[in-house]
Nanobody
Framework: VQLQASGGGLVQAGGSLRLSCAAS????????MGWFRQAPGGEREFVAA????????YYTDSVKGRFAVSKDNAKNTMYLQMNSLKPEDTAVYYCAGDARGHQRIGVSSTSADSYGIWGQGTLVTVSS
């Protein structure tokens, strides 16, 4: 299974971007999937996730109301719509997937340790 992230770029504060994460080798309907980000000099942090079963969605507090995660299983792609972007959103954004079934095995979909499949990252730069 491979994940390919795209859609990053340079945007002014208050602007919008949509990131995509295309999966190959397995259907997104059978993956728990998430977005994480890593700012320069910082650690990788959770942004948003969507579970395979029931589609339950999670967000980190700093993006609630501004970001929206979704999956289009027909296109085998996960998206992250980012609105009202702030300079502190500047980071490399990574998509992640896991086929074990987080709900079934009782692991958190907000932890990077719960994911075994990672995309290469796409850079988002928000200028002030």
């Amino acid at each position: 299974v491979q994940l390919q992230a795209s859609g990053g770029g340079l945007v002014q504060a208050g602007g919008s971007l949509r990131l995509s994460c295309a999966a190959s080798g397995r259907s997104t309907s059978s993956l728990d999937m998430g977005w994480f980000r890593q700012a320069p000099g910082g650690e990788r942090e959770f942004v948003a996730a969507v579970r395979m079963h029931g589609g339950r969605i999670y967000y980190t507090d700093s993006v609630k109301g501004r970001f929206a995660v979704s999956k289009d299983n027909a296109k085998n792609t996960m998206y992250l719509q980012m609105n009202s972007l702030k300079p502190e959103d500047t980071a490399v954004y990574y998509c992640a997937g896991d086929a074990r079934g987080h709900q079934r095995i009782g692991v958190s979909s907000t932890s990077a340790d719960s994911y075994g499949i990672w995309g290469q990252g796409t850079l988002v730069t928000v200028s002030s």
